[in-house]
Every structure is written in structure tokens, then in C-alpha cells.
């Protein structure tokens, strides 16, 4: 029996070094269901994964991961959607807040009530304005949200301060928060949550936390993390370090905290 | 872990959209290392990190455990966009800017072939790759980093088309038995 040329192609395949009649040929014996060059696929593949560590992994763009959720969310199976909208709602929002701040820091919006505070906020975040602009070109601006743009001008938003607490006194927060029309969280200085785990931000009122999304910092230590409004009055807002899949009730320690 | 991984493609197939989340955050780091040291610009590596996992989502149905683990499934997507990408920058800037092939006239000026040369030198110290001879590192190099076909290797090279199917074979069977042996 002639198992040739197959048992050399099958790793030729996986680098998609096969061409022409080659392809054609083996493409059809594998779809014959040959075991033989399963098994030979299945190393070649592992042999591609081999190759890769030549390459360092590297954190990929925050702007990836929101655009991707985003589009997934729209096609995500109503059920599902329904029972996780608590995880998909930073899929659309964080492009249009990316563009927002970047106007509202580089000035376009200030208004002369909020100058200080903004300019203050622009002082002390420098770093995270480029990384917005970077996010919002990559996004072309074309999410730009008027009515996110007007709540950095709305005299009702307020600027709350997330310090850090506990094992992470150098990480830091700030939080445009109304209550009835949500808010932007903008972390900076805060280390990766570490594998199966991520941030997960807790509005308390009257001493009971309610789970407010989960995050994740890039390689810089930044996010920038929609929060939805809330019924109740917020005392304290808080992030806690927990599972990726996120919990219902606080069980990680808290890394930032307001008050 | 590849149980793991399958199970989340097994739940985007039923269009679970937590489950993809859980998948990117597994394996974008090392998908968007590999396109990046593809294509070399960030902006290209971003847009293509963002087809690969979209394709994913869409093609989550269609993973066969019997081909190989979620890793590679991912790894040989990545690989293969990033190629395409290269290889539509490279046509892009023929029609616009240089009407010469630029890797034919790579080859042509200079005939020590200093293209595969500078792919060979990228290679990390100690890789599963540094365990090969010279001439078989170079021709997996080529098809792996460059998507290079037999033929082209061949061209590049200029080796009869003979010898690299075997600088290959050989090499990819040795690299199998260092796979089989990190995998025991
Ligand atoms: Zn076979």
C-alpha cells in the first residue's frame, strides 16, 4: 500500500505551503477521512503552535476586543443575550467614550465650571489621553457619542476618585458617574488581574454591593469601563479582583475603592 | 486546558457570546504576537488579530477536535490571515508604488539571497526551530514566517524544487519528534 506522498504533506498543509493539484489531492484524501493523516494533521498543527513561541505574545489593542464583543453581541443568541447583557455592554460603548474623552480632554468641551476639574483630569492622565487617541483612531471616530460627549459638560456629572486600597495602593481611578444615566470608569496604574481572573467593578448602597461589569487592564495597566445607572443613590463604588466570568457577589480582595 | 478550549468553541458554535469573550482573552496574546512578527505594523496586526477571531466566531461550528487542538486552530488561522495581509500590502504597493516585483528584485540584487538570511537570523535562541540544521530552518522559516509556497522557497532560494520538499520533509519530521517529545 502507497500511503505516499501524504504522510510528508499533511505538516506542508498546516503551513499552507500545499498548492495546486497537491492541495487539491490531499484535501480530498483527508476529507476520505484518512486516520492516518489526522493524526499527522493533528501534529502538524501542534508543530505550528511550536513555531509560534518564536514569537513573544503580546497584548493586542483594548479596541480589538471591544469592536469584536460588540459584533458578537449583535449575533449572540437572544437568551444569552438577554441573561449577559451585564457583560456585553462594553462592547458598544467603550469606542464612542474613547472619542469623548479625547475631545473633552484635548479641550473642545470644557466648559468653564469644569475646566479645572478637567484640566486636572487631563494633568494627571496624559498617558491614558494618548492611549485614547490611539484607540479612537484606530476606530476612525465614527462612534463619537453626542450624549456621552454632553455628560462631560452636564453640571449634574460628577468626578468621583477611586483610590487604590490594599495590595495595589499605587493604582488609581476616576469615574464620570450620574446616576440615572450611568458613567465611564478610566483606571490607570493597575497591574493584570492574572490568568482566569479580571476587575469587577461594585456599586454599594446602604452597604449592599451590586455587581457593576467586569474589566481588564492592557499592558499598560489602563481601561476604560462603562458603568450602567443604577436605581439606588451609590455610597461607595469598588473593584475587587475576581473570576473572568465575573460573580454575583464580592469575593476577591478590593484593589480600588472611593472614600 | 485543550479540553477547555474546545468547550468554549463547542458554546460560541451555540452563539455564546461570554464564551467567545473567554476564548479571545485565552488566546489573543499569543495569536497577536504571531501576526505581529507577520506583518510588523501595529495597525495591520490589530486589524488582522480582529478578522482572525471574527472568522473564529463565525467558524465555530466547523472545529473538528479530530484536526487538531484549539490552539493550532487558532494558530494556523492567525498564521494564514497575517500571510494574506503581507501578501496584499506587498500587491498594494507594486500596482501603487513599485512596479517591480520587490521580492524577485530582492533575490535578484542580491544573490547570497539576504531576505531568507534576515528571516533565519530572527530566530530566538533555543526555539524548537535552533534545533535544526541551517538549510532545513531556513526553508520552514520561510514558509512559516513568510508564507512562502514550495515553489517560491525554491525561486528564493535558488534550489532545485526537489531539494526543498526535502529540506522540509526532513525538517518537519524532525521538529515532530521534538513536538512529541515536549508533548509526552
Ligand atoms: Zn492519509
New interface residues.
Given amino acids: 500500500m502507497t500511503h505516499e506522498p501524504f504522510d510528508t504533506e499533511a505538516a506542508a498543509y498546516a503551513l499552507g505551503a500545499l498548492e495546486g493539484e497537491q492541495l487539491a489531492r490531499f484535501e480530498t484524501h483527508l476529507a476520505e477521512g484518512c486516520a492516518r493523516c489526522l493524526a499527522a494533521l493533528r501534529e502538524a498543527g501542534d508543530m505550528a503552535v511550536v513555531l509560534a513561541a518564536d514569537a513573544a505574545p503580546a497584548v493586542p489593542p483594548t479596541a480589538v476586543r471591544e469592536a469584536l464583543l460588540r459584533r458578537v453581541a449583535a449575533e449572540a443568541s437572544p437568551a444569552r443575550r438577554q441573561a449577559e447583557s451585564a457583560r456585553w455592554w462594553t462592547s458598544w460603548a467603550t469606542a464612542a467614550a474613547a472619542a469623548v474623552l479625547v475631545a473633552a480632554l484635548g479641550g473642545l468641551f470644557v466648559q468653564g465650571r469644569y475646566e479645572p476639574r478637567l484640566a486636572a483630569l487631563g494633568r494627571e492622565t496624559a498617558a491614558l489621553k494618548e492611549e485614547l487617541e490611539r484607540q479612537a483612531r484606530a476606530l476612525g471616530q465614527r462612534q463619537a457619542d453626542a450624549a456621552i460627549a454632553q455628560m462631560l459638560r452636564d453640571p449634574a456629572t460628577r468626578v468621583l476618585t477611586l483610590r487604590g486600597a490594599g495590595p495595589i495602593p499605587t493604582a488609581e481611578a476616576r469615574l464620570l458617574w450620574q446616576q440615572e444615566a450611568g458613567g465611564w470608569l478610566v483606571v490607570t496604574n493597575l497591574p493584570p488581574a492574572g490568568a482566569g481572573n479580571a476587575y469587577e467593578l461594585w456599586t454599594i448602597s446602604g452597604g449592599r454591593p451590586t455587581p457593576a461589569g467586569v474589566f481588564n487592564v492592557d499592558a499598560s495597566g489602563r481601561a476604560t469601563h462603562r458603568v450602567e445607572p443604577v436605581a439606588q443613590a451609590v455610597d461607595v463604588f469598588a473593584v475587587t479582583v475576581e473570576p473572568e466570568a465575573g460573580v454575583a457577589a464580592p469575593t476577591g480582595p478590593i484593589v480600588l475603592a472611593s472614600r | 486546558m485543550a479540553e477547555a478550549g474546545a468547550d468554549l468553541i463547542r458554546r460560541m458554535a451555540?452563539?455564546?457570546?461570554?464564551a467567545?469573550?473567554?476564548f479571545?482573552?485565552r488566546y489573543?496574546?499569543?495569536a497577536?504576537?504571531?501576526i505581529?512578527?507577520?506583518v510588523g505594523d501595529?495597525?495591520d496586526a490589530?486589524d488582522v488579530?480582529?478578522e482572525v477571531?471574527?472568522e473564529a466566531?463565525q467558524a465555530a461550528a466547523s472545529y473538528d477536535p479530530?484536526?487538531?487542538?484549539p490552539?493550532?486552530?487558532v494558530?494556523?488561522r492567525?498564521?494564514?490571515r497575517a500571510?494574506d495581509r503581507v501578501r496584499a500590502l506587498r500587491r498594494r504597493s507594486r500596482t501603487f508604488v513599485e512596479p517591480v516585483d520587490e521580492v524577485s528584485s530582492d533575490a535578484a540584487a542580491d544573490p547570497s539571497g539576504d531576505v531568507a538570511e534576515r528571516a533565519v537570523a530572527?530566530?530566538?535562541v533555543g526555539?524548537?526551530?535552533g534545533a535544526l540544521p541551517e538549510a532545513q530552518r531556513e526553508v520552514?522559516e520561510l514558509?512559516?514566517?513568510q508564507?512562502?509556497?514550495?515553489?517560491e522557497i525554491a525561486e528564493r532560494l535558488k534550489q532545485p524544487l526537489g531539494t526543498v520538499k526535502t529540506r522540509?520533509?526532513l525538517g518537519?519530521?524532525r521538529?515532530?519528534a521534538?513536538?512529541?517529545g515536549?508533548?509526552a
Avoid at chain 2, 451555540?14 to 461570554?18: E, K, L, Q, T
Avoid at chain 2, 508564507?147 to 515553489?151: I, R
Fill in positions: 451555540a452563539r455564546d457570546g461570554a467567545f469573550a473567554s479571545y482573552d489573543s496574546p499569543l497577536y504576537g504571531l505581529l512578527r507577520i501595529r495597525t490589530a488579530l480582529q477571531f471574527w466566531w479530530a484536526r487538531g487542538t490552539e493550532a486552530w494558530v494556523i492567525a498564521r494564514a500571510i530572527r530566530t530566538t526555539s524548537a526551530l520552514i514558509a512559516y514566517w508564507g512562502l509556497t514550495q515553489t522540509m520533509r518537519l519530521e521538529l515532530r521534538i513536538v512529541g515536549q508533548g
